[in-house]
């Protein structure tokens, strides 16, 4: 049953579609079947989890007390049904019962709206919660998840997980911190891989730490990869071989007056990993880190940049330091990576300015992309528009830094 039904017809299209490179010189076609299958993909995921909450939902009705956990029969079913190992299977059974609690999300994915990735970190989200606080989060995220990248989704829904019930949140931050741990995996042909569980803001500190050393090795000549000099220079401070240099290195917490004088819960932003409880940040800033920990106000950060001198090739100081905090995160549509250059988004060559307005945060592979022939980023107020070679046009939004941070569920004590 259900053989050859449903997508067909797409996939029939595009079996069937004349992919001329006359007529088409940039593949353009191309690009759009990638999409349509993308849409397919996404609502048969959908449609997927559906079946299995229904499944679910049919067993714990069928099977009366006494004759075993029916969740185990089903995540078994799954298993053999899918091919797939028993934890995979387990995985995907929590995704789908957990999903079937938010309808709307569920909607968002079953429309194409966000991957199935994206999905899954939203209802990790929600796991913590109750059932009248998983609808509400679900109504929240209703209409703002739509085209968000796997990690801003989980973001968004954790910010408002962590607003929903701000002493639950710190509560299972506190837990989970307890569980820390370090574990070693084999893998084949001579390599390893450590893997570490631990505090975010002690963690981020030493990622920055050993990609700020990469960073300075090969910015001095050495002509091994950043991912070498890190995985070298950890291996080497860890057995006591170096000593790491501290200086210079820091994360920031952009938080409100209010989240520091303990009087407003909203959550508190963590650039590199996401929002936190304002409790959790208060305990950081608290617990001996002041050294490394830049306190970021909202309100200070938006409003300091009118004397920066806008004929200056370079973004630096303070203006740089605004971008990468604005953008957080790469601003090429889709992508999600660690800032490693500001560029201007209308080439300085070509006039354009060194300010907030015209300046972006890119990776490396995104800031190589925008400049190859074909490629057009313009930017209309805070929107960066993409456009590819075949003409299809992307849209990246500025995180709203101060909406985000002061709206939401949150509230503010009395
Ligand atoms: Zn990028």
């Known amino acids: 049953m259900f053989e050859n039904v449903a997508a067909e017809e797409l996939l029939k299209a ?33 449609m997927q989890a559906q079946q299995i909450a229904a499944l ?13 956990d029916h969740s185990l029969s089903v995540i078994g079913e799954l298993g ?32 194409g709206g966000i991957s199935e990735q994206a999905a899954r970190l939203v209802v990790r989200e929600s796991t913590g919660l109750d059932r009248e606080q998983v609808t509400r ?8 998840i739509v085209g968000l990248t796997p990690r801003k989704a989980g973001d968004l829904a954790r910010h408002y997980a962590i607003g929903i019930d701000a002493d639950a949140a710190f509560k299972r931050a506190k837990a989970n911190r307890s569980d820390r741990f370090v ?10 891989v450590l893997q570490v569980r631990g505090p975010a803001e002690q963690l981020l500190a030493a990622y920055n730490s050993l990609g700020k050393a990469a960073r300075t090795a090969r910015a001095a000549g050495d002509n091994r990869t950043t991912g070498q000099v890190m995985c070298d220079e950890f291996a080497q401070r860890v057995t006591g071989l170096k000593t790491a240099n501290s200086a210079g290195v820091e994360i ?4 409100t007056l209010g989240n520091l004088l303990d ?26 880190g002041q050294t490394w920990i830049r306190r970021l106000f909202t309100d200070p950060i938006d409003h300091s940049l009118t004397d920066c001198d806008q004929r200056r090739r370079r973004f630096d100081g303070t203006l740089a330091k605004i971008i990468t905090k604005r953008d957080r995160r790469c601003r090429q549509p889709g992508c999600d990576s660690p800032i490693r250059h500001l560029d201007h988004i209308l080439a300085f060559n070509n006039g354009g300015l060194t300010t907030k307005v ?12 925008k400049h190859l022939p074909g490629w057009r980023v313009t930017t209309e107020g805070s929107q960066i528009d993409w456009t590819t070679p075949t003409g299809h046009s992307y849209r990246s939004k500025r995180p709203a830094l101060i909406e985000y941070v002061t709206s939401g569920p949150g509230h503010l004590r009395q």
């Open 252 to 255: 920031g917490l952009i938080m």
């Open 14 to 46: 595009v079996r069937m579609h004349d992919f001329d490179p006359h007529d088409d010189p940039m593949d353009g076609d191309r690009i759009d079947a990638i999409k349509a299958c993308e849409q397919v993909v996404r609502a048969a995921q959908a």
């Open 137 to 144: 989060l679900d109504t929240l995220l209703d209409g703002l």
């Open 263 to 288: 009087i407003d819960d909203n959550p508190v932003t963590l650039p590199g990993f996401g929002p936190i409880p304002a409790a959790l940040a208060r305990r950081i800033i608290c617990s001996g």
């Open 80 to 111: 053999m049904a899918r091919n797939i190992s028993p934890s995979a299977a387990c995985n995907h059974y929590g995704f789908a019962v957990g999903l079937a609690r938010m309808p709307h999300v569920a909607a968002v994915f079953t429309a």
């Open 56 to 68: 679910d939902t049919s067993r714990a009705s069928h099977l009366t007390l006494g004759h075993g």
């Open 183 to 192: 574990s070693y995996f084999p893998d084949t042909d001579g390599v390893a």
């Open 358 to 369: 015209n300046g972006q945060g890119l990776c490396g592979r995104s800031h190589t992309i």
